[in-house]
């Protein structure tokens, strides 16, 4: 866990000196708002479009990452710019926009201090996710950790499932969970 901890530090450092906007997002956001299961890695995300400058970053603080052109990779720490899913013919695009920026927090992580998203769109991604333990995933105990520990803005819930193009589908998810949004 040291090792990750001493590279999450690294990382805030480089994207909060560059002033890029960035975001805990996945597992380690739900860490940190009710699930309080190992974090195994964490995962970022950044604004679309900056992937290559943040591998420049890495690069150039002697660090060497792998970068696939969708994600960099490096020593447990995953950065994204884009996490658009597409499933059955549908596109429901995840990207840090204007209403999730808005919403970043400062929280502290492993001994850094990062911004992480708001609990209400890690709660509509793992619920569009919708993965268990048959793939070795946690999306929804995660989501149920979150939904009993945080008090959710449902006006906002239901505007990132507007987002995701996803309102139909998650609102009958937040509905078996029992929220009333």
């Given at each position: 866990?040291?090792?990750?901890?001493?590279?999450?530090?690294?990382?805030?450092?480089?994207?909060?000196?560059?002033?890029?906007?960035?975001?805990?997002?996945?597992?380690?956001?739900?860490?940190?708002?009710?699930?309080?299961?190992?974090?195994?890695?964490?995962?970022?995300?950044?604004?679309?479009?900056?992937?290559?400058?943040?591998?420049?970053?890495?690069?150039?603080?002697?660090?060497?990452?792998?970068?696939?052109?969708?994600?960099?990779?490096?020593?447990?720490?995953?950065?994204?710019?884009?996490?658009?899913?597409?499933r059955a013919g549908q596109t429901y695009?995840?990207?840090?926009?204007?209403?999730?920026?808005?919403?970043?927090?400062?929280?502290?992580?492993?001994?850094?201090?990062?911004?992480?998203?708001?609990?209400?769109?890690?709660?509509?991604?793992?619920?569009?996710?919708?993965?268990?333990?048959?793939?070795?995933?946690?999306?929804?105990?995660?989501?149920?950790?979150?939904?009993?520990?945080?008090?959710?803005?449902?006006?906002?819930?239901?505007?990132?499932?507007?987002?995701?193009?996803?309102?139909?589908?998650?609102?009958?998810?937040?509905?078996?969970?029992?929220?009333?949004?």
């Amino acid at each position: 866990m040291s090792l990750i901890a001493g590279n999450l530090a690294v990382v805030q450092r480089l994207l909060d000196g560059a002033n890029m906007p960035w975001g805990v997002f996945a597992g380690a956001a739900a860490h940190l708002y009710g699930n309080r299961r190992p974090i195994q890695d964490v995962d970022l995300l950044i604004m679309r479009g900056q992937l290559p400058q943040v591998v420049k970053l890495l690069q150039g603080s002697g660090k060497a990452v792998q970068f696939d052109g969708q994600r960099i990779l490096w020593r447990g720490i995953k950065i994204f710019d884009d996490l658009t899913l597409r499933r059955a013919g549908q596109t429901y695009p995840l990207l840090l926009d204007e209403p999730m920026r808005q919403r970043l927090r400062r929280m502290p992580l492993l001994g850094a201090q990062v911004g992480v998203v708001a609990p209400e769109d890690v709660i509509a991604h793992k619920l569009l996710l919708g993965r268990g333990q048959a793939e070795g995933k946690h999306d929804q105990i995660d989501v149920e950790g979150i939904v009993r520990r945080q008090k959710l803005d449902h006006a906002y819930l239901i505007e990132r499932a507007r987002l995701l193009n996803a309102e139909v589908l998650l609102r009958e998810r937040f509905a078996a969970l029992g929220l009333e949004v």
